[in-house]
């Protein structure tokens, strides 16, 4: 008979959020420099905003949450953060080398965040003004990767506007 894996709580979450940003930085890849700010209708999200906003919302989680100090600049809010607008000018933004350091560093600062908790503080319930994000801590997890991949589908329209290939092996 074979034995049961028991995995915890964290390690799911942090699977889920490694594959949502193994993909979204595979579909980012081959997109060409010139094209960084593509939008492929009016309005549209393009590489370098939807990196930069994945950046900014898990550092908004971070601090506001995880009461941490920032890992990305404070006008990244302005530049990418909910209700912002983006816009085809590149000039506007950072390079999306600095963007996607950014992304990471967010990223692994979020992960350090819930890897320093227990499974009980990772179940445990969300502060009101938070709960509409998720029932608890760890669920915040599941969250973010989901809206990572909601910003996955906009990266795919980019690509398909350009002439890229669809989809991309994780």
Same mark, same amino acid.
């Given at each position: 008979m074979p034995t049961a894996t028991v995995v915890n709580t964290f390690e799911i979450g942090k699977a889920t959020l490694e594959l949502a940003r193994r993909s979204t930085l595979k579909l980012v890849a081959d997109i060409p420099a010139e094209h960084h700010c593509h939008q492929p209708v009016p309005k549209a999200n393009h590489a370098t905003w939807v990196l930069g906003h994945l950046a900014n919302t898990d550092n908004f989680?971070?601090?506001?949450?995880?009461?941490?100090?920032?890992? +990305?600049?404070?006008?990244?809010?302005d530049l990418f953060g909910m209700g912002s607008e983006p816009t085809g000018d590149p000039g506007r933004y950072p390079?999306?080398?600095?963007?996607?350091?950014?992304?990471e560093r967010a990223r692994a600062a979020? +992960?350090?965040?819930?890897?320093s908790m227990d499974d009980q503080k990772l179940q445990s319930p969300l502060p009101d003004q938070m709960k509409g994000f998720a029932p608890n801590y760890a669920g915040v997890m599941g969250t973010l990767a989901w809206h990572e991949g909601l910003h996955a589908g906009q990266l795919s329209a980019v690509r398909r506007s350009l002439g890229l290939p669809y989809a991309l092996e994780v």
């Open positions: 989680f971070l601090t506001s949450l995880g009461g941490r100090d920032p890992v +990305i600049d404070k006008s990244w809010g390079s999306l080398t600095e963007v996607k350091a950014g992304c979020l +992960i350090d965040w819930f890897a």
